[in-house]
């Protein structure tokens, strides 16, 4: 089956801008996370949800980020008035409600604020 | 959340076999221990998973003592195309999910 898809894979803006990313994950998986990277770092977790359960937004670095998720499924990660320091991939994973189940990734976007 | 500590880095050559250590001396009785390896530009993917013991399947064994504050990936003669970034990753999994912090990981270089 399909899986994780991300847009846009490359998204270029200016500081100061708006921007949406989108995650649509594999179908009947009702865990969804975010995650940024910074060029050679490892993964910096943003946000978790879980069915129709409140989302943990304890990794979310300032109030101008924010996600939501829609009908459990498809997520958008919104980062206002970007900064340089906000360039980085952003990925997103989903995995199955079991125990030990494992995430699948999608290719990620890559930031670049200018 | 356990806490994971790697080596930063490792170097080996084309048909060794490469064993990358993860200590997670607080894990907590229902964590599960999970593999991933991340490729440059490219999202992480799951190799393995285990809870105790020895762990097998086409790509890697996993090892985990009794104690299970440790685990020891094992990747059997390796390739050049297994030069990435290997994460370990530990958390409960049960139902309503977990939270995920995943390490700076470990570089591993295979060499001609």
Redesign the interface.
């Known amino acids: 089956g399909a899986g994780v898809s991300q847009s846009p894979s490359n998204k270029v803006t200016e500081k100061g801008k708006d921007v949406e990313l989108r995650c649509d994950p594999i179908s009947g998986h009702t865990a969804l996370y975010w995650y940024r990277q910074s060029l050679g770092q490892g993964l910096e977790f943003l946000i978790y949800f879980q069915g129709n359960s409140a989302p943990d937004k304890s990794g979310l670095p300032s109030d101008r980020f924010s996600a939501e998720r829609t009908g459990g499924s498809v997520s958008t990660l919104t980062i206002q008035r970007t900064q340089q320091e906000d360039s980085a991939v952003y990925l997103c994973a989903s995995r199955r409600d079991q125990p030990g189940g494992e995430q699948y990734f999608g290719p990620g976007t890559r930031l670049t604020v200018t | 959340l356990a806490k994971t500590t790697q080596p930063i880095s490792m170097d080996s050559y084309e048909g060794q076999e490469v064993n990358i250590t993860c200590s997670h001396n607080n894990i907590a009785t229902?964590d599960?221990i999970?593999w991933?390896q991340q490729f440059p530009?490219?999202?992480?993917?799951?190799i393995i998973?285990g809870?105790k013991t020895k762990v097998t399947n086409e790509v890697a064994s996993l090892f985990i003592p009794a104690d299970r504050k440790s685990s020891t990936l094992s990747l059997p003669r390796v390739s050049l195309s297994d030069t990435a970034?290997y994460?370990c990753l530990v958390g409960?999994?049960?139902?309503?999910?977990f939270?995920?912090?995943?390490?700076?990981?470990t570089r591993l270089f295979v060499k001609a």
Not at chain 2, 41 to 46: A, D, I, N, Y
Not at chain 2, 92 to 97: A, E, L, Q, V
């Open positions: 229902n599960y999970t991933y530009s490219q999202g992480p993917r799951f998973q809870y970034v994460y409960s999994g049960n139902t309503g999910g939270k995920t912090i995943f390490g700076a990981g």
